[in-house]
């Protein structure tokens, strides 16, 4: 990847230097340079994240909880999670962060945005961050959510 955008860049700089690129003519070589360097970047950004591989999965063994679950116990959780604070049933979970959680999917799904949908690229962005941050709080949450319930049925099982 990294040789891909070298030569994408070289070959933008061929083009601008050799060639008469007067007026409109100029994205030819200015997008040839700009694809080499997104292409640079990118293969940038895998050789890293190649690298920090195994140290992610070794931090990941060691923090993980047991009885934490998967996605799919982690998703099946999520209701009771998420209603157990407005029950009043010792919720680890603050209303707050559900009230949180509900305005987050009302912005979502809300046609009237901070950065409107019309524009191009821009416009989905803040819905996919604040996607991505709802996605990753109740995910996350869930997780505790269960190795809490795992604990608890531990301690009755010492009893």
């Not at 959780?77 to 680890?92: D, K, L, Q, T, Y």
């Amino acid at each position: 990847m990294l040789v891909v955008g070298v030569l994408l860049v070289v070959a933008g700089v061929i083009t601008a230097v050799s060639g008469d690129w007067t007026g409109s003519q100029w994205l030819l070589p200015s997008g040839l340079i700009a694809a080499g360097i997104g292409v640079l970047i990118a293969g940038v950004v895998a050789a890293v994240r190649r690298r920090l591989a195994p140290l992610r999965a070794a931090q990941k063994a060691a923090t993980s909880a047991p009885g934490s679950g998967g996605p799919i116990s982690r998703a099946r959780a999520v209701p009771a999670m998420v209603a157990a604070p407005w029950r009043g049933s010792g919720a680890a979970v603050p209303r707050y962060q559900t009230v949180l959680w509900l305005l987050a999917l009302i912005y979502i799904v809300w046609p009237v945005d901070f950065v409107p949908d019309l524009l191009p690229l821009l416009g989905f962005t803040d819905d996919i961050g604040v996607g991505a941050w709802l996605l990753t709080s109740l995910y996350a949450e869930a997780g505790n959510h269960l190795a809490r319930q795992g604990e608890r049925s531990g301690d009755a099982a010492e009893d």
